[in-house]
């Protein structure tokens, strides 16, 4: 239970009790002191190196007085507030690109300040710096912009969110078309016009452009890196920053590659590029897992943080720098009929879509889409498959670059506001064919059973992702645009955010449920290490790794102020499970499997089986492969016979490497025999990466 004291709408202390987290069997429960956030915490680049080390990151502060023209200016909340100067922003130049920027003594960041109460900092108070612009020629960018300066986001990592922006053609049939693919034909009232929306599938052509001209189409959406060429990869990453290369047109919209291999399909005319203030904090584990050999169980992690709700939401909390789209919030309940490659899910709500239908004008807003139940939310049969090959022509459908078009996802599941991303999600129906999501702001177990914590960000006002400008509403599904009144969280009110450190992509292994994914940097394959080998290490992203919990916090693009006070980790984890004496013992003494390969190269394992007692045992070693898409391997069960007490033996398997969009299994060696009840020492894990 958390107890949050406020005083004038500010959180003062965050206390929770030991006593009322319960443990369960072994588990050992754990509390890490209280980080109050300050202007030491801020980071002036990606050399990892705070203001407490730094004087020279804040102006007004340290030794360096402020610009005459860029002076410290007070908060309408009455706080003082310095200009920063940091790395964490971009020149943009229209049409060509952006450049991050350097230190050079402009404090034109943004601007901090300590927030002052009772003789002591209690949390800092930080504002954006203007959020750049730059125009690019439609539809390379990710913003449009209208007269008057306004702007809706146009830019989604969903191809059938961007479709049903730009086109009545559904590649994903729900709304337009018929569940079968049928394509709708719209009309006018009384008839006189009507158009086939068979006839206006987008432009699936994506021309890879080099040196700002189209080269050859895009095939394979895996990126290139920079140690190393995936096979078949076309691309590299692209941050939008660079508008000449590593980016593929059409002529309706453009895609860049994230690099996880995301997608990101864009149809505007400008970007925005905004000046982060980014946060170093560093929390206490528990000292045994820093001492001890031993690898703890994580079996429950939570982040506490106390803060102002936010206008962004994507101001993020990066703990251990890991960025975790796996965590998601509430999303729309639904049905599901058939079963395999034949299921459909259907809303069970009532809603409406609150995407790019909803467009301010001059006259008021266009009438949002109404999603009625029964609503097609994921259509099987219709997704398409990943390693098919379109052909040339308009009719072919597109490559199956995103999730929703190999998952058969329509816009709806997106779009519809019967979800929130900042709520504990739990699935109150037991029935495996219904899904009834409730949502509650703090963790409860009450609820049902556990589907995802909140996002990985400080609660904002917005919904985010495909919903980027949307409040979320008090009134759940109630027709957008939203009165004052009926908005659920307001900007500037003080609030906690818990975020769940164990959500992770299902079907694979997150890198906080052992102690080791906390304390050891090497054990973290997610983040990349920039320093040298003996220096302290710090990530590409600028955050110190340490054998403590490190935590980044993002605010980004709003210039208006915002709060953040302090951060708190809640732990329970297990110890060592006693040894169980058996008059049959068989270790698997080691497990080792090709670190690297490329695509369709063949991974080689070797495990070694030991006999400890008795005279003679036979068994198997079953191997299990997860791949980071969650497909699961499993390879023919390897047999021994007559191991002598005392003795060793090593059996060898292989896998090819030829599931697509795989970058990294994760392998567990098991080896069995009858009567042996030690468990401890019968598996071991490895993990191969394939570079594509």
């Known amino acids: 239970m958390l107890f949050v004291k406020y005083f004038n709408k500010r959180p003062i202390a965050l206390a929770i009790s030991l006593a009322l987290l319960a ?71 229209d049409f060509l690109g952006a450049q991050p920027k350097a230190r050079n003594g402009d404090y034109l960041e943004g601007f901090v300040g300590n927030i002052d109460e009772g003789g002591g900092v209690i949390g800092i108070q930080v504002a954006n710096a203007a959020t750049e612009k730059y125009k690019v020629k439609p539809p390379l960018g990710t913003w449009c912009q209208g007269l008057g300066g306004t702007s809706v986001k146009c830019e989604t990592e969903h191809y059938t969110v961007m479709e049903h922006a730009l086109s009545c053609y559904e590649t994903i049939p729900y709304f337009f078309a018929s569940s079968d693919g049928t394509q709708a034909t719209i009309s006018t009232p009384d008839g006189t016009l009507s158009y086939d929306c068979a006839n206006a599938p987008l432009d ?10 189209p080269n050859h189409r895009l095939t394979n959406a895996i990126p ?29 919209y453009s895609v860049q590659l994230k690099d996880d291999g995301k997608p990101l399909y864009g149809w505007g005319g400008i970007h925005k590029r905004p000046n982060d203030i980014r946060m170093y904090a560093q929390l206490a584990l528990p000292e045994e897992w820093k001492t001890s050999t031993e690898n703890f169980v994580v079996t429950r992690a939570e982040l506490v943080v106390n803060h102002w709700i936010t206008n962004n939401p994507n101001d993020q909390l990066r703990p251990e720098d890991l960025e975790n789209e796996a965590a998601t919030g509430r999303k729309p309940s639904y049905r599901i009929e058939g079963d395999g490659d034949a299921a459909v899910w259907k809303s069970t709500v009532p809603c409406y879509e609150g995407d790019s239908d909803i467009i301010d004008t001059e006259s008021g807003a266009f009438d949002p889409s109404f999603i009625g139940v029964g609503t097609i939310l994921k259509n099987t049969p219709k997704a398409l498959d990943p390693l098919a090959t379109p052909g040339e022509s308009a009719a072919e459908p597109p490559y199956a670059f995103s999730s929703d078009l190999a998952g058969g996802y329509s816009n709806a599941y997106y779009t519809t506001i019967n979800r929130d991303p900042f709520e504990w999600s739990y699935d109150a129906n037991p029935d495996p064919k219904v899904q009834d999501f409730i949502g509650s702001a703090l963790p409860n177990a009450s609820l049902g059973e556990l589907v995802s914590g909140p996002r ?80 302290p290490a710090v990530t590409s992203n600028g955050l110190p790794m340490t054998s403590d919990f490190d935590l980044a916090v993002y605010i980004k693009g709003d210039s208006k102020s915002t709060a953040l006070y302090n951060a ?38 070797v495990v070694d089986v030991s006999n400890l007692k008795p005279s003679s045992v036979s068994g198997e070693v079953t191997i299990t492969g997860v791949t980071n898409q969650g497909v699961v391997i499993e390879l023919p069960p390897m047999a021994f016979s007559d191991l002598a007490e005392g003795d060793t033996i090593s059996l060898n398997a292989s896998w090819t490497a030829n599931i697509i969009r795989t970058s990294a299994v994760s392998w567990t060696a098991t080896v069995t025999a009858e009567g042996d009840l030690n468990s401890d020492n019968d598996t071991r894990t490895a993990t191969t990466k394939i570079r594509r």
């Open 23 to 93: 443990s369960i069997g072994n588990a050992v429960a754990y509390e890490s002191p209280v980080h109050v956030f300050s202007v030491n915490d801020v980071l002036g680049g990606l050399n990892g190196v705070t203001f407490a080390d730094d004087q020279t990151i804040i102006c007004g502060l340290g030794p360096v007085s402020c610009p005459d023209d860029n002076p410290a200016l007070l908060d309408k909340s009455g706080v003082m507030l310095y200009p920063v100067d940091s790395e964490f922003g971009f020149y943009v130049v």
């Open 204 to 213: 699936d052509n994506v021309q890879v452009l080099v040196g700002g001209q």
């Open 224 to 252: 290139c890196e920079t140690d190393g060429q995936p096979e078949g990869c076309q691309m590299f990453p692209n941050d939008k920053t660079n508008m000449l290369d590593n980016i593929a047109l059409s002529s309706d």
């Open 456 to 535: 990985w960000r400080l609660k904002p006002n917005k919904f985010g992702q495909d919903l980027p400008g949307l409040e979320i509403p008090l009134i759940e599904c109630s027709a957008p645009p939203f009165a004052k009144e009926n908005i659920k969280y307001e900007v500037g009110t003080p609030t906690t955010t818990v975020i769940n450190l164990l959500d992770w992509e299902e079907g694979e292994i997150s890198p906080l449920a052992t102690s080791r994914g906390w304390v050891d940097v090497t054990a973290n394959e997610y983040v990349t290490i920039v320093t040298e080998d003996g220096e």
């Open 568 to 605: 708190q980790l809640i732990i329970e984890y297990e110890g060592e499970v006693p040894v169980v004496n058996t008059d049959v013992d068989v270790a698997l003494t080691a497990f080792a499997a090709s670190a690297t390969v490329s695509f369709n190269q063949t991974v080689a394992m």
